[in-house]
């Protein structure tokens, strides 16, 4: 099998790039963390992950300041070119602020700081994220933010729906929806219309053994092995 | 020259923040409030003198960085 090479974008205030990097190692692939000051995304990576954390203390507003960060232009251009970006938490906000995913994350309905375990579920999986999953597939993913609010306007919803860009549904145990945080439609992820950059609130990263609670997390990233 | 920049969420988005508010205005029986939006303000000391120039560099702020304007719109007051 080839050897999956994955970059992981560290901001000031980024996180959980450690926790993603032990993720896709785990998985057999090589990493590289990339300091938001380069310029360039090396040849041959094959998936660029926008790490989850506070990029920047969120000031103004979460992923703002971080999207006009050096990096990225070169994940713009990855991205355009067709390269395979995944934005966790942060990362997530940071990609729908740089406008390569639609719509914006707002603070959480009820105004906490989520930070548990929660059920999400399969949407569309003709994806390569999601390729190695069964739509209507319910996993155990930790969740940890303030701002995961989703809003994107009904027409563009409708859009999303239509072109299989809703990923993952917020949801209980058997799969009914069950929604922490207000986002439209419990939307916990989505990803562009060209199926190579996808976002997500919750964290597959911190989902690795069981041990820790839920390794659920194993079998959501595989989808980048191939 | 000083731009005044007043951000707040789209008529239509749910503004949690000023729901919660409202909540607590009502707890402390301050009746006929009928709705809470709360907004963010920026100020910026611009070097430009002219007031032209100066609603369009603010207006370029805005779009770019100062607000998100999938769910905000924005307000600028030019002071000179």
New interface residues.
Partial sequence: MKNVKVGIVQFPGTNCDYDTQYAFEKLGCETKLIWHKETAVDDGTDLLVIAGGFSYGDY??SG??AR?SPIMDAVGRYAKNGGKVLGICNGFQVL??SHLLP??L??????HFLSKHHHLKVVANNNTFLQKMQSGEVVNIPIAHHDG?Y??DPESLKELYNNDQVLLHYCDENGNISNPN?SVDAIAGICNMEKNVFGLMPHPERAMEAVLGSDDGLKMLEGFLG | MKAIVNISLKAGVLDSQGKAVHHALDALKFDGVDDVRIGKQIVLELSQTDKEKALEEVTQMCESLLANTVIEDYEIELIS
């Fill in positions: 103004l507003r703002a300041i006009f729908t602020e719509g914006a707002k603070r959480n309905e009820h105004l609010n809003f994107i207000g």
